[in-house]
């Protein structure tokens, strides 16, 4: 037996000798890695696996330890922004204009809604009721039963940005529910008070989860009267949020302003938003106030505008317009030696407060039905024939040019022919042109010199001094040189007035016809353009800012209605300061031509004679108009359909300054469809200078000359005011 073990022994020695086992690898390696080198190579991913779990954490706790602390803080605390107090406005004479008032939001916190459905339909039943808004839109309770007799306008507020039908109130809490429970949500804004008492005291006591946000809205003190000029306030688009917010801007709350000075000086109104740290929980609800910076007001912007004049303006434009059965009209009166607008008045118009409360949509529709256009600036954005008020641009352009002087006469026999330029001597193809104390009287005015035109308004005169008349080989401006003085009067081109929406209006030119029409311009255009008519356009503002040329002496300023703006504190960071668009290269002599023709037109043998102003001893000058026009509620009541010799419908014009011999108020009144300007308009600017140069004089007492202020929520703009005039027979321009 040993000698078997021995042999045994002997082999193994053998074997390894042979190298087939080494007696060191039993000892240095398990026996399973011997047996399965896929295991050995799964130990290793795993070793790699944790060693790059280890450089990650690494990396976390230590690289990127801080950047993720601070992030983790963020979703735990909330930057939330402080709306600042808007500035406020007042008139010259630091009279409050618009104020800023506590508005009334209604508010649901999903979380703090009772946990019992049932109770929670009550609840929101209940609030559907007080609000006259659907409780479900989606799931059949839109119907009547289920809110107020009340349509839903929008939860917007403001029916260009909030389509109806809105969500209902289910839906507004269960889109945020699971979010942010805790995070109040607004489902109706500007509310009345009385309502809004009424949902404070019932969610107090019987319906937990809605409550009443206090937010700033704007109170507009004298309402209609000055909402042109003013603007209004409203809701963020929802396509500029984002924008809006990079400002500061908290979007749920914040309003922005929509027209007149509201929207120009929105920045300057704006202040500088707070800020307020707070602490949030995961579920939105806040746990503290870690922070906060106070904001500050915006700033206070005073206006040029003479709010008793305004007022009286008003007044006498709304009277002339009822004369005559007009819906549309404008006058503007304006400081021609420094461009201050006085008064602004636009009709119709529109209160706007009532976008500073929940908006009656079928008040707003029908505003925006109204085929006169409520929200438009008339005063700045019509654009219509000037008629006869256009003379005095002919009149100075061909003083200026030597096509006429002082003492240059030009006969007006009613009606001129302009030859056919294909049969020149066919009288009968010849286009007659008329002056309209030949349509109303059938004769002409004989031989003028330049003020005598002016004065009588003869259409003749200036036919011939803008275009010419080859039968007494008399040459005229010509339309390039008409032209250009248009331009230099202003007109053709924005003023630059500081409230947007002005229109530019249209000085036709050969290059614009044929652009437009494809079509050649004749004599007869230039005809045409000399009186005002033919594709001529103004506004009320530019024509007069062209009369103030003429008062001051050849300086074209930009109108402002902002006189200066000052911080919250009383400051004055924008002072006043007249601006001058261009000084008109025009003598002085050919000034006091125009100037005298302007002032004989109001005397009593001149078109404007209705304007008088002798019983107080003011020497006023100016200029009557009536304009022909054909627009689309002409033609849609077939008024444009006229016979030979007839006359289109016509609007009404007249502006004057005052005193003649050193004006220091210009005025101007458009009405629309409104017949001869002399009969119309005049009376009524008669009326507004009046008003101006008794105050001056002392001639009014207390109660005449300050207007009235707001009393208990009511915004009176009528005052005692002059008596009307009695428009005398018609007959003149």
């Not at 005002?532 to 356009?537: A, K």
């Not at 009326?687 to 007492?701: A, H, P, Q, T």
């Amino acid at each position: 037996m040993s000698r078997r073990l021995g042999l045994r022994r002997t082999g193994l020695g053998d074997r390894r000798r042979e190298g087939r086992e080494s007696p060191d690898d039993g000892a240095s390696r398990p026996s399973w890695f011997v047996k399965s080198p896929r295991v050995a190579l799964l130990g290793w991913v795993i070793l790699l696996v944790l060693g790059l779990y280890t450089i990650r954490l690494w990396q976390l706790q230590f690289l990127e330890g801080g950047s993720w602390l601070a992030r983790a803080e963020e979703q735990q605390s909330r930057l939330l922004t402080i709306s600042p107090p808007r500035g406020v406005i007042y008139d010259r004479d630091g009279d409050i204009l618009v104020r800023n008032v506590p508005g009334y939001n209604v508010t649901i916190t999903p979380g703090e809604l009772p946990d019992d459905p049932e109770r929670e339909r009550e609840i929101l039943m209940r609030l559907a009721q007080l609000l006259d808004i659907p409780y479900s839109t989606t799931e059949g309770f839109d119907q009547p039963e289920y809110r107020g007799e009340i349509s839903a306008i929008g939860r917007e507020g403001f029916p260009p940005y909030g389509e109806a039908p809105s969500p209902g109130l289910l839906e507004m809490v269960d889109k945020v529910r699971w979010l942010e429970p805790y995070a109040p949500i607004v489902v109706d804004e500007n509310i009345e008070r009385d309502l809004a008492l009424l949902i404070a005291q019932e969610g107090s006591v019987t319906m937990p989860g809605i409550g009443i946000e206090i937010v700033s809205r704007r109170r507009y003190v004298y309402g209609a009267l000055t909402s042109q000029v003013l603007g209004f306030l409203g809701p963020i688009p929802p396509d500029s949020v984002e924008t809006y917010e990079q400002k500061g801007y908290n979007a749920s709350v914040d309003r922005i302003g929509y027209a007149g000075v509201e929207a120009q000086f929105e920045e300057e109104f704006r202040g500088v938003p707070g800020r307020q740290l707070v602490e949030k929980d995961v579920l939105g609800q806040q746990l503290a106030v870690l922070s906060e910076t106070a904001p500050i007001p915006g700033d206070n912007v005073y206006l040029t505008l003479d709010m008793r004049l305004q007022a009286v303006a008003e007044e006498a434009l709304r009277q002339g317009m009822v004369k005559v059965g007009s819906e549309r009209g404008a006058l503007v009166v304006l400081d021609p030696r420094d461009g201050q607008v006085l008064a602004l008045v636009s009709l119709p118009t529109y209160d706007n407060n009532m976008f500073s409360k929940r908006l009656d949509e079928e008040a707003y529709q029908a505003l925006l039905d109204n085929p006169h256009f409520p929200f438009l600036n008339h005063a700045i954005a019509d654009q219509v024939p000037p008629g006869s008020i256009f003379k005095i641009i002919p009149a100075a352009a061909g003083l200026q040019e030597g096509v006429i002087n002082r003492y240059t006469t030009l006969n007006c026999p009613g009606r001129i022919l302009l030859p056919n330029k294909f049969a020149p001597d066919d009288a009968s193809l010849a286009q007659p042109f008329y002056c309209w104390i030949q349509l109303q009287y059938g004769h002409g005015h004989g031989p003028l010199n330049v003020v005598d035109a002016l004065a009588q308004s003869c259409d003749i005169f200036f036919y011939q001094v803008g275009g010419g008349l080859k039968e007494i080989e008399f040459e005229g401006l010509g339309v390039d040189r008409l032209a250009a003085y248009a331009t230099e009067f202003g007109l053709g081109n924005p003023t630059g007035i500081d409230i947007p929406g002005e229109a530019g209006g249209l000085v036709p030119t050969p290059l614009w016809k044929r652009q437009v029409y494809q079509e050649t311009w004749t004599t007869g255009n230039t005809y045409n353009v000399s009186i005002g008519q033919g594709d001529v356009l103004v506004t009320p503002l530019q024509m007069v800012n062209a009369l103030a040329v003429v008062a001051n002496g050849g300086v074209l300023y930009k109108p402002q209605v902002v006189h200066h703006i000052e911080d919250a504190d009383g400051n004055t960071i924008r002072p006043f300061t007249p601006v001058v668009s261009h000084t008109l290269q025009i003598d002085q002599a050919v000034w006091q031509i125009v100037r005298e023709g302007l002032d004989l037109a109001v005397s009593e043998t001149g078109t404007g004679n209705r304007a008088l102003l002798d019983e107080i001893g003011i020497n006023l000058a100016g200029k009557t108009g009536t304009a022909e026009y054909c627009d689309n509620i002409a033609l849609e009541a077939g008024r444009c359909d006229i016979a030979a010799h007839e006359t289109l419908p016509t609007h009404a014009w007249f502006m004057a300054y005052g005193p003649a011999e050193a004006p220091e108020i210009a005025a101007i009144a458009w009405i629309y469809d409104g017949g001869e300007g002399s009969v119309t308009a005049a009376p009524v600017i008669k009326e507004v200078l009046d008003f101006y140069f008794r105050r001056e004089l002392g001639l009014l007492g207390v109660a005449e000359a300050a207007p009235e202020g707001e009393q208990d929520g009511q915004v009176p703009v009528n005052g005692a005011l002059p008596a009307p005039v009695e428009p005398a027979p018609a007959g003149q321009p």
